[in-house]
C-alpha cells in the first residue's frame, strides 16, 4: 500500500521529490530537525565527529568484497528513508555501523600522529 503510494507520488511530483530526497538524505546522514534531541549541541556535535571519521575510514578502507554487507546495508537504508521517510531508529542503527570504521579511524591517527614507534600496524 505505501510502495505503491510512495511510487505514484514520485511520478506525479518528481521534482519536488528529488529535492525531497535530498532533504530526506540529510536527515538520515546529518540530523533531523523534526526530532528534538537532535539539535542538541551534546548530541549534534559527537554525531558530526562520528561521521566524519566514520566516513574517512570508509574511504580509507574501501573493497566491495571485504565490506560488501557493510555498504549494502547503507545503500538500502539511504534507499528506504529515500522512498519514504526518516525516521530516529533508522539513524540509531546507522549509527551503530558507522562506529567500526570511525574507530578504524581513530587507531589510524593514533598510529600515526601519537605513537610513531609503534609501527606493527600498517595502514
Known amino acids: 500500500m505505501y ?3 510512495s ?3 514520485i ?3 518528481p521534482l519536488k521529490e528529488i529535492l525531497n530526497s535530498f532533504a530526506k538524505i ?3 546522514w546529518i540530523f533531523d530537525p523534526n526530532w528534538e534531541y537532535s539539535l542538541h549541541p551534546l548530541y549534534f556535535l559527537p554525531w558530526l565527529i562520528t ?3 566514520a566516513l574517512s575510514g570508509i574511504i580509507r578502507n574501501y573493497s566491495w568484497t571485504r565490506f560488501e554487507i557493510f ?3 547503507l ?3 539511504t534507499i528506504i528513508a529515500i522512498l519514504f521517510f526518516v525516521i530516529p531508529r533508522y539513524q540509531t542503527m546507522f549509527k551503530i ?3 567500526p570504521f570511525a574507530a578504524d579511524t581513530l587507531f589510524y591517527f593514533y598510529y600515526k600522529f601519537i605513537n610513531r614507534s609503534a609501527g606493527q600496524i600498517k595502514y
Open 97 to 99: 555501523l558507522l562506529l
Open 75 to 77: 545503500i538500502t537504508t
Open 51 to 53: 561521521l566524519f571519521l
Open 7 to 9: 511510487f505514484k507520488t
Open 3 to 5: 510502495f505503491e503510494e
Open 26 to 28: 540529510f536527515q538520515l
Open 71 to 73: 555498504y549494502l546495508f
Open 11 to 13: 511520478k506525479s511530483q
